[in-house]
Structure formats: C-alpha cells, structure tokens
C-alpha cells in the first residue's frame, strides 16, 4: 500500500493498476475527441484525452481520489488537507465529498473564481495565501497544524502520481499506437504518472512536457540537469506556475523526451483554436501542448500522438479574447 | 433507394440503417456526456449525445453527407445546391468536399460569421439573401436555375432525415433504455430522423421538441394541428428559425409527445450552465432543451433522458452573456 512517504522510484505499474481499480467508481473514463482541421493543421494525428470532461473538471481528480479512497478509517475521520492554484483543491474536495470526510484547502487569493466556486460547492473549506510558493506553504503549515488532515500534496505524493497515471492507461486502451503523448507541466504530476504507465506499457512512446514560457522552471531544470524554482512566476496559465519537488523531478529526469515552452500569446491563439474546431472547453493550461506542436511542428508532423486536455475550469465570463 | 420526392410516411428503419451504413467513414459517433451536478439541478438523469463534435460541428453532416453520397454518378457531378441559416450549409459542403463536388449555399447574411468561415473552407460557394424565408427560397431559385446542382433540402428531404435518424440509433446503443428524448425544433429533420427511429427500435420513449419563443412555429403547429409558418422570426437560436414542411409535420404530428418553449434569456443562461458544467461549446440552438428541461422539471423528474447537443459553431468573440 503506498503513502505519503512512498518515494517515486519504488512506484510501480502494480500501483498505477490498484490506483485505477480503486477510482473507477468515481471518476469518468473520458472520451478522446480529434479533427480533421487540427490535423492538417499540425502535420500531426492527434488525438485529443478530454479530462475537462471529469466531473470536477480536471484530470486531479484521478489522483485525488486514490489518495482519499486509499486512506484507512482512523486516517479518513480526520479528513485530508491540500494547498493548489485550483483544480487539486477542487479535486480533493470533490473525493473528500464522495467519502463523506472534511477537506481543507489553502489557494492563492487569484486563483479563477470558476475553482474557488467549485471547492465551495463540493464543501471545501478554503483558506487563501498570496500567490507565490512561499506564502502558500507558510499559510498551509497553520492550517494543517489546526485541522490535523491528512496533507495530500497536489503532485509531490506517489498516491496522486499513481492516481494521474491512469489517465494514459485509458489512452493507450483507447488508441492504435501511439509515437508521442504531450502533457502541460507544472509541478509535474500528470507528466509522471504518463511517464510510470508509458515507460513499463509502451516505452517506445515518447513523452514532451509543455510549459508556459512565463513560468519556464521545468525546462530550465530539465536543461540544467537539477530543480530550479521559481517563487512566483506569471501566467495565464495558472495550473502550471509551481515548481517540480523530488518525486516529479525523478520522472522528469528519466523518462521525458523534451520540453518546449510557448509564450502567453501562442497559449491564448491555441486555447481560442480549440475551442473552436474541438468545440470543448479547456483552461488555458490545457491549450499549451496544443501551442508546443503548433511552434515544433518539425518534432510531430507524421506522428500519432496522445495530447492530454487536462482541465476545463474557466471563468465564461472572463475569457482571454475577450478581455478589454 | 431514397430520392428527394419520396414521402416522409414511407421512410422505414431500413433506410436509417442504410443511411448509417453510407455515411459511417464520413462522421463521428459522437461521445455521450453526463453530469451529476445538471441532473441534481434537473431531478432527471441526462445524456447529452454531443454533435457538436462533428467534424463540421453539427448533426447535419449526417443528412449531408447520406444525400451526397446517395447520388449516382451522373447527378453528383452536376453538384448539390441548398438554402440554410448555417449548419445544413457547411454540413453539405463538407459532405460535397469529401466527394470532391461542387456545393452552392444561399445564406442569410446575418447569419454567425462562424458558419460562412465554415462554408468557404469547405469549398461551399455563398450566395447571400436576405434573413427572411421570402428572401431565401426566391434567391435560391435563381442560384439553382443557373447552377442546376441537385437541391438537398435542409430538412424536408426524405434522405436527409434518414440521416438524421442514425443520431438515435447511435443514442440507443449508448445507453441502457431511455424514457424520453429531448432535441430543439426548428425545421424538424432532427425530431423528424429521432421519431422514425425510436417509433421503431424504442417505441416506448418519448420523443420531446424544444423551441425558443421567439420562434415557436412547430409549437403553435402542433396545438392547432396544422403547419404554421413565420416568414422572419427573431431568436438568438439561429438555427431554428425555419418553419416545419410537410415530411417533418409528418413525424411532428404523429410521433411527438409535446412541445415546450423557452424565453431568450432561458437560452442564454442554459447555454451557459451547459458550457460550464460540461464544458463543451454549444450554440445557442442546442441549449434549447436543458432550458425547457429546467422550466419542465415535472415532465422529466425521474426519468432518464437523451439531450441531443445540435450543434457547435459559435462565433467565440461574440458570447451572448458577454456582449455588451
């Protein structure tokens, strides 16, 4: 049984298995969309992993859920406890919810009003920080402290990396072979729960992280060979601006092919290019890998490849085309 | 085989399925979405057959695409021909462009700047007229006159409704057994193809229409029980501006269990609700049954419910809860 303390290099195809069992019941084996436009646009085939299309509306919820359906009974009466720029925050809720446990969140006071509205809605308790890594590791220390929760970290925790790997599991079930699969990466969750399931299930897939280059701490670690954090990078993509920790590093370093970066621009125009010719809904951090094939065209064209849309949590009223 | 002067009441399953066989290799089987938070806001268990993820972003590729490729040889060389608010158009000109034929459209020329873009990149010529249906049959008949392509009529045409109706065989397929089936009215090929098949495969499943006030035609239709047209409603749902033909009252008059209405502002706020909750882009047209569903909940409290999502061409800078 993993916990907390599991480090990454010990996880195993076994527990992404055990993670996948223990989720089903809560989460939706989401449908993979793609277009004949984006195609030919890209030079690529892609086919596009909808996680938007999760319940609370973002691939966290994989992760979440194996933390707390994995807990005992002593463990879960406490409850559990996360700090998140959103969608961990609102994934955990919603599993607490599903368990009938409390869960306290420590988000940024800019997180989307979308994330704070949903974590509310699925009985979250939020506590707001500064945003920036420090603030809210300083602000979650107190509260965890008072609450006494289990901490779920958002990626830094083998139970979320087992939970996340499920994801490309699907995928694989999903599709005819792949050559590639994109991923957002932050602090590099879903990118190594892709990496644990593709490097024992098909290691010849190869694995491209994407980033803002607004918040470039992952490619500068990748390039530099060891993390690089960033205290309070900016970007529209919010998903994306904490920093990888040990576990995650450990699938960045082994397993990624690459990692390319596009600018707040080249995010905006891909997110507003799949909303129109996917017809989904996805945050703009969902739109980086999209941006990355766009700008390298040269590393996809010809091949199969498995694009994560990790979240589709968006405030409708604020979209990035239409602000004045 | 069908051709345009067959008559509605000698449509059989056999056509459907014929028609389904045609146009497999040119349209997707659309996923189903579901949503715990639309059917604890509804009291009903909602699946939403989601066409809006076509290649060209609504169901009416089925039609299309099951007319351009019925024609022999000799017929299609000569090219299809056709009047439409938007989705028929660009839907025939996508069919026209896989079979490598010539397609002329006569448009509105207020119709969403989204659907003319679609047109043209599918090859579709536009001829504009004006947003009435005096305009649009009187331009259409000179467009036709100097072209002579076959006319497929956006919905008052047996092959288009056989079309259509593989839409619910494929809803059937997807789901254990079904109480009712909502859809929006507008012409009526979409009730017209889901009555031809539920009456046969489901006979027990009632079939719902749902239709903006502003243009409620089909409603006023079906309680006087016989056709009555508006020659220029006004209605942001602007694929449902045209009035029911004798093939589709057919199937209106017979098979339909009722037909409810919603206001603008009901639309609007459906729509968006849906695009939140599930994250996909919709248009206005397709919110049209959650928004009568939300005012109805008595009719479908309980029941499990097909939600047909119409279609997805918006135009993304002009959001109706964001227009000034």
Same mark, same amino acid.
């Given at each position: 049984?993993?916990?907390?303390?599991?480090?990454?290099?010990?996880?195993?195809?076994?527990?992404?298995?055990?993670?996948?069992?223990?989720?089903?019941?809560?989460?939706?084996?989401?449908?993979?969309?793609?277009?004949?436009?984006?195609?030919?646009?890209?030079?690529?085939?892609?086919?596009?992993?909808?996680?938007?299309?999760?319940?609370?509306?973002?691939?966290?919820?994989?992760?979440?859920?194996?933390?707390?359906? !994995? *807990?005992?009974?002593?463990? #879960?009466?406490? &409850?559990?406890?996360?700090?998140? @720029? %959103?969608?961990?925050?609102?994934?955990?809720?919603?599993?607490?919810?599903?368990?009938?446990?409390?869960?306290?969140?420590?988000?940024?006071?800019?997180?989307?009003?979308?994330?704070?509205?949903?974590?509310?809605?699925?009985?979250?308790?939020?506590?707001?920080?500064?945003?920036?890594?420090?603030?809210?590791?300083?602000?979650?220390?107190?509260?965890?402290?008072?609450?006494?929760?289990?901490?779920?970290?958002?990626?830094?925790?083998?139970?979320?990396?087992?939970?996340?790997?499920?994801?490309?599991?699907?995928?694989?079930?999903?599709?005819? !072979? *792949?050559?590639?699969?994109? #991923?957002?990466? &932050?602090?590099?969750?879903?990118? @190594? %729960?892709?990496?644990?399931?593709?490097?024992?299930?098909?290691?010849?897939?190869?694995?491209?992280?994407?980033?803002?280059?607004?918040?470039?701490?992952?490619?500068?670690?990748?390039?530099?060979?060891?993390?690089?954090?960033?205290?309070?990078?900016?970007?529209?993509?919010?998903?994306?601006?904490?920093?990888?920790?040990?576990?995650?590093?450990?699938?960045?370093?082994?397993?990624?092919?690459?990692?390319?970066?596009?600018?707040?621009?080249?995010?905006?125009?891909?997110?507003?290019?799949?909303?129109?010719?996917?017809?989904?809904?996805?945050?703009?951090?969902?739109?980086?890998?999209?941006?990355?094939?766009?700008?390298?065209?040269?590393?996809?064209?010809?091949?199969?490849?498995?694009?994560?849309?990790?979240?589709?949590?968006?405030?409708?009223?604020?979209?990035?085309?239409?602000?004045?």
């Amino acid at each position: 049984m993993l916990d907390a303390l599991t480090t990454a290099d010990c996880l195993t195809l076994a527990d992404m298995r055990e993670a996948h069992d223990r989720i089903r019941p809560h989460i939706n084996r989401t449908p993979l969309l793609r277009s004949d436009y984006l195609d030919d646009l890209t030079g690529a085939r892609l086919f596009f992993k909808c996680e938007n299309f999760q319940e609370a509306g973002a691939f966290k919820v994989r992760g979440a859920c194996n933390a707390v359906f !994995g *807990l005992n009974e002593a463990a #879960a009466k406490r &409850g559990v406890a996360t700090h998140s @720029s %959103g969608n961990h925050a609102l994934s955990l809720s919603y599993a607490a919810s599903r368990r009938g446990i409390p869960c306290n969140v420590v988000m940024p006071r800019t997180a989307p009003q979308a994330k704070k509205d949903a974590v509310r809605r699925y009985g979250g308790i939020i506590t707001e920080c500064e945003p920036s890594t420090t603030s809210r590791e300083a602000v979650f220390a107190e509260v965890q402290a008072r609450t006494g929760g289990e901490f779920v970290h958002p990626y830094n925790d083998p139970r979320v990396i087992a939970g996340q790997a499920t994801c490309s599991a699907e995928l694989l079930e999903q599709t005819d !072979g *792949l050559d590639a699969v994109v #991923a957002p990466i &932050g602090g590099g969750g879903m990118i @190594s %729960g892709t990496c644990l399931t593709l490097s024992n299930l098909a290691p010849e897939v190869q694995v491209y992280a994407a980033e803002p280059e607004q918040a470039d701490d992952a490619y500068r670690s990748f390039k530099a060979g060891h993390i690089i954090a960033d205290d309070a990078p900016n970007t529209i993509a919010d998903g994306l601006k904490v920093p990888l920790k040990e576990n995650t590093w450990h699938f960045v370093s082994n397993f990624v092919s690459d990692i390319h970066t596009a600018s707040e621009d080249e995010i905006v125009a891909a997110m507003k290019t799949a909303w129109k010719h996917l017809r989904i809904v996805m945050e703009p951090s969902s739109a980086v890998p999209l941006a990355t094939i766009l700008k390298h065209p040269e590393v996809f064209k010809g091949k199969r490849v498995g694009v994560i849309i990790t979240g589709g949590n968006v405030d409708l009223d604020k979209l990035p085309w239409t602000r004045g």
